[in-house]
């Protein structure tokens, strides 16, 4: 297999271009799709299962918790699995692991067990581990360093262009009539309920069964790519002399306050998108209109994406689009709150505006200057998805507790250290 040593300079990635650069491109744009496809489905998920499985708010995002906190728990055990495999082989164990996870909603909506269900989002989550922690290192290596938020724009419209229609194929499916079965099920008796219910909950067989095919056929066709290997333990000899007396990922600050500003990013990210539709019907608006709410956070991070491949490094650093993106965060969740009805939600979708470029400015940050730690640090960095389990579930209880607009105030916080990553922390260093 043809190895690719990491890009330092624009004339090794002009090398990789004639290599097959933009079939590798193309490669993992798909993955990304994947990501995107399968990731944005909980923005749909969350509602359902309140109405299927008669869930109350924090209930209803043990969805996220159990499909997020898969990416702490399995990181590290990913990097092994990449160590032992490489990229693209374990790229294909990822989207088979995904499979396993799609197949086990069959079980779970035939009998209507909310556990059963956590575990495959959790088995899915798994795989989007393995995924992740390949292909974001791979990715951002497999170019210019000063360019590599601009290859992750272009990644990230891949995936939440999938997200888009992910959300939209599954809402049409299984919330189409969702307002008509929440009124009726406050006249049926318990044994008209349980009959509706279950019918409701069939209504994801089908969907994630085709899911189930579609990442299988995707693991056969990059298992049989010619997607070269990236070498990521090799060091330039800048980087080699400055790590020369590092034993540990503890050594850099700058990767250890990247992988919280991923937390709390991704925290912020997901309640953008997976909170909204339910939102949106707390503030009365029908499920029939809200259920189209995430392509809305998921059509602004698309714009904002195109706006970072065009600006990106050649207008703006990728540190100053961070402190931008965190600023627009602040803003639009403040316009959120003392808004109400389609303007609040509004504000809440403009926030996939300020998102959008977070990943792309913290992760090539975050692992600048690792060298041979670039496998372990981007293991780190994946774990912090696993604000996206904690921050909603958070969310969901001060949704219970107060109300759900009011509980937005919780993001705010989140933005304040983002910004304070953009601002000074990406640029700490130990010697």
Avoid at 4 to 11: D, H, I, K, L, W
Avoid at 27 to 56: D, H, Q, R, S
Wanted: hydrophobic letters at 55%; charged letters at 10%; aromatic letters at 12%.
């Amino acid at each position: 297999m043809t190895k690719v040593a990491p890009s330092t300079n624009s004339e090794t990635g002009q090398e990789n271009a004639s290599g097959g650069y933009m079939r590798s491109i193309i490669i993992i744009g798909a993955l990304f799709f994947i990501f995107g496809f399968v990731t944005w489905l909980n923005a749909i998920l969350i509602p359902y299962f309140k109405i299927a499985l008669e869930l109350n708010n924090f209930q209803s995002y043990l969805v996220a918790f159990a499909f997020y906190i898969s990416y702490f728990v399995m990181a590290i055990p990913s990097a092994w699995v990449l160590k032992a495999t490489g990229f693209k082989k374990g790229m294909s164990v990822g989207l088979l692991v995904m499979a396993v996870g799609a197949l086990l909603f069959v079980p779970a909506a035939l009998t209507r067990t909310l556990d059963l269900f956590l575990i495959g989002l959790f088995v899915q989550g798994t795989g989007l581990a393995v995924l992740q922690t390949a292909s974001n290192p791979y990715i951002t290596i497999l170019g210019p360093l000063e360019s590599a938020a601009k290859r992750i724009s272009i990644m990230g419209v891949s995936n939440k262009i999938g997200g888009v229609l992910g959300s939209i194929i599954l809402g049409a499916i299984v919330l189409s009539n969702a307002d008509e079965v929440v009124a009726k099920l406050e006249l049926m008796s318990a044994a008209e309920k349980a009959i509706e219910l279950d019918t409701m909950a069939s209504k994801v067989i089908m969907p994630y069964l085709i899911i189930m095919g579609a990442l299988v056929a995707l693991a056969v066709v990059i298992y049989f790519s010619s997607l070269p290997e990236v070498d990521t333990d090799q060091e330039d000899e800048t980087v080699a002399a400055a790590n020369v007396n590092k034993t540990s990922i503890l050594q850099f600050p700058h990767l250890l306050l990247g992988a919280f500003t991923m937390f709390v990013y991704v925290g912020v990210e997901v309640m953008a998108g997976d909170t909204i539709v339910s939102y949106g019907a707390a503030q009365g608006i029908p499920f029939t209109t809200a259920k189209f709410f995430t392509s809305f956070t998921l059509g602004a991070m698309v714009l904002a994406y195109f706006v970072g491949v065009a600006t990106i490094p050649k207008y703006i650093r990728q540190d100053k689009a961070l402190k931008i993106s965190a600023i627009l965060g602040i803003a639009f969740t403040i316009a959120a709150i003392m808004t109400s009805g389609m303007v609040s939600v509004l504000f809440i979708a403009l926030l996939g505006l300020a998102n959008a470029l977070m990943w792309p400015a913290i992760f090539p940050l975050a692992i600048a200057d690792l060298g041979r730690f670039t496998k372990i640090g981007s293991s780190l960095i994946i774990m912090g998805i696993a604000g996206g389990a904690i921050l909603p579930l958070i969310y969901g209880a001060l949704a219970d507790s107060i109300n759900p607009q009011q509980a937005y105030w919780i993001m705010v916080p989140c933005y304040l250290f983002i910004l304070y990553y953009a601002m000074a922390g990406h640029k700490i260093r130990t010697k």
